[in-house]
Nanobody, 126 residues
Framework: QVRLVESGGGLVQTGGSLRLSCAAS????????MGWFRQAPGKEREFVAA????????YYADSVKGRFTISRDNTKNTVFLQMNSLKPEDTATYYC???????????????????WGQGTQVTVSS
């Protein structure tokens, strides 16, 4: 079982930036994909961004395109989410997730992911 630990959340003003990190533990870590989802109070968990562990493909929700960037450091088994131009509607708990093998689901579908972190809170004040 892969253990994912997020860090980097916090309180920021509108227009500010935060960088989330997610470190994966495990002797051999080579997932098909990793991603970020978020969940605001009273709302369902939603897709934010994802990438394939090999190759350069990245995927973003329309609501964050042009503002968020997902990246990885394979040598450290770590994925990052750089969040710029933050808005109050970005306020949520952000979860890191990994997909060990291709599940035949869309990369933005939570059901395809099999390991989740504990979440990190991001609050954007207006």
């Amino acid at each position: 079982q892969v253990r994912l630990v997020e860090s980097g959340g916090g309180l920021v003003q509108t227009g500010g930036s935060l960088r989330l990190s997610c470190a994966a533990s495990g002797r051999t870590f080579s997932p098909y994909a990793m991603g970020w989802f978020r969940q605001a109070p009273g709302k369902e968990r939603e897709f934010v961004a994802a990438l394939r562990w090999s190759g350069d493909r990245t995927y973003y929700a329309d609501s964050v395109k042009g503002r968020f960037t997902i990246s990885r450091d394979n040598t450290k088994n770590t994925v990052f989410l750089q969040m710029n131009s933050l808005k109050p509607e970005d306020t949520a708990t952000y979860y890191c997730t990994s997909q060990r093998n291709f599940q035949g689901t869309s990369i933005d579908a939570a059901a395809g992911y099999d390991s989740w972190g504990q979440g990190t809170q991001v609050t954007v004040s207006s």
